[in-house]
């Protein structure tokens, strides 16, 4: 069964979310990407592919992204880390159990710094880039920074012809992230699987191998072919994140046991 939530933050802004429901007290929370949504075919795959497992899914859509409210800014990384926690005081209130997080792209970075921040049991991590700033100079243009230290904002646009526009603030905060800390940050009680393409071009797979050596209770799992949105390897993607996910849970009984 899916239900349409939505959630406030501590803004006011209320989060959409789409709530797959098996009657399970734990909910997995899936996270989507950069310029996605909730309803990216990736996200809902593997919502359906949790679901189908009779583990309850939660997927929404960031501030200012698909039908949330709020101002699309190009990085909100912490404010979108604080959506999460809305999220997972949501559920908290109602006795459910968020036991773990997952994020596709630029989620992959999100869940991770929530992880960073906040207790969660387990996180996935899919083609998450560990190098925050590269292709800043394809995306903005040559001596980018100079024209927004000029403008204070530099305007780009998606592959569709839509123009978004990133501030001098945006990109500072951006730049100011660095994946290294916030992977050390995170408590070795977390586990923390990180799955990538090995034909990804836009994340290369030497950003997840990066994460293989910071993290401290991590798994890489490298899926062959596959692209950045696992466009031919679904199917894989979901099986092994589902093995993952059942994995944690289990571990988590034994532990209440």
Known sequence: MQQNIKIENKHGEKLA??????????????????????????IMNLAVALENARISVFRFDFTGNGESEGSFQLANYYRETEDIRAVTEYFGSL?????????????????????????????????????????????????????????GFVDFTNKVGKIYRATKESLVELRNIKMRDTCLSIDKRCRVLTIHGASDTVVQLEDAREFDKVIQNHTLHVIKGANHGFTKHQAELASTVVSYIK?????????IV
């Open 247 to 255: 994995g944690c849970l289990q571990l988590r009984e034994k532990a």
């Open 95 to 151: 006795n459910r159990k968020v036991t773990a997080i997952l994020g596709h792209s630029k989620g992959g970075n999100i869940v991770l710094l929530y992880a960073s921040i906040y207790d969660i049991d387990a996180v996935v991590n899919v083609s998450g880039p560990y190098y925050l700033d590269k292709g800043f100079d394809e995306r903005f243009g040559e001596n980018f920074m100079e024209r927004i230290e000029t403008d």
């Open 17 to 42: 979310g789409v709530l797959h429901e098996t009657g399970s007290n734990e909910i997995v929370i899936v996270c989507h990407g950069f310029l996605c949504s909730k309803d990216k075919p990736i």
